[in-house]
C-alpha cells in the first residue's frame, strides 16, 4: 500500500505544474515556447517469449515505473533519455529468485496530433542493468548477483488532455535486454511487453 501511494504521488508531481493552470484563481503562465516534455509512467512488465517469458518455468510480470525527458525538434520530432525500472520479476519454481531491471536509454519519438488526441511513436537504443539479492534454490545458496547489458526498445502511445497543458495516456512498448545471464541463470536475450499508464506535461522556454 505504502509503494501504491508513492506511485501515485510520482504520477501526479509530474503534472502538477501543468495542471496547476487550470486552477481557480491561479494566473496562466505566458504562453512561451514548448521546448520539451516530462513524462511518467506506471503500469506493468510481462515477459514474453522463451525460458523468460515461459508459463511454468519462466518469470512472472513486475510492476514498473517510466520517467524520461526529451527535447522537442518541431510539431512531429522530439528526441530525449528514458528510464524504466522493474523491480519484482519473480521466478516462478524458484520463488527467492527475484529480478530488478532498470534502463537508460536515448530515444527519438515521432507525434502525429489527430484533433485532441496525439498518437505517437518511439524508439530506444541504450544500456540496461539487472541485479538479484541472494536466494536459495533447494540446497544450494545463490550469492547477489548484478550486471549491465545493452537493449532496446520500440512502441507507440496515444494521449488525450489531461490538466492545464498536461496530458494523459496509455503507452505499449517492446523491450529487449540482449544477454540476461548471470551465475544462476541463462536467458539469453529477453523480451518484455511493457503497458504504461502516462501522464506528460509540456517544459516551456520564451525562446526556440
Known amino acids: 500500500m505504502r509503494r501504491a501511494g508513492a506511485v501515485f504521488f510520482f ?3 509530474a503534472a502538477l505544474p501543468a495542471a496547476a493552470e487550470g486552477l481557480p484563481g491561479v494566473p496562466p503562465k505566458p504562453g512561451g515556447y514548448v521546448a520539451g516534455y516530462i513524462s511518467a509512467g506506471v503500469g506493468a ?3 514474453a517469449g522463451g525460458h523468460w517469458g515461459d508459463a511454468s518455468t519462466g518469470f512472472k510480470p513486475s510492476p514498473a515505473l517510466s ?3 526529451s527535447r522537442r525538434v518541431d510539431a512531429l520530432f522530439s528526441y530525449g533519455l528514458d528510464s524504466f525500472n522493474a523491480w519484482h520479476y519473480e521466478n516462478r519454481p524458484a ?3 527475484d529480478l530488478k531491471i532498470a534502463s537508460l536509454t536515448p530515444f527519438v519519438q515521432v507525434s502525429a496530433p489527430e484533433g485532441a488526441l496525439t498518437y505517437y511513436a518511439i524508439l530506444g537504443l541504450g544500456f540496461y ?3 538479484h539479492a541472494s536466494f536459495r534454490s533447494g540446497s544450494i545458496v545463490y550469492g547477489a548477483d548484478s550486471a549491465w547489458t545493452g537493449g532496446f526498445n520500440l512502441g507507440a ?5 489531461f490538466a492545464g497543458n498536461s496530458r494523459a495516456g496509455f503507452e ?3 523491450h529487449q535486454v540482449l544477454n540476461l545471464r548471470g551465475a544462476s541463470f541463462h536467458l539469453g536475450a529477453a523480451n518484455s511487453l511493457n503497458l504504461m499508464m ?3 506535461g509540456d517544459l516551456r522556454s520564451e525562446q526556440p
Not at 502511445?157 to 488532455?161: D, E, I, K, T
Open 95 to 97: 520463488g527467492g529468485l
Open 129 to 131: 542493468r539487472w541485479s
Open 11 to 13: 504520477l501526479i508531481a
Open 67 to 69: 520517467l524520461a525527458v
Open 45 to 47: 512488465s510481462l515477459p
Open 157 to 161: 502511445g496515444l494521449l488525450f488532455p
Open 172 to 174: 505499449l512498448r517492446w
Open 198 to 200: 502516462v501522464v506528460r
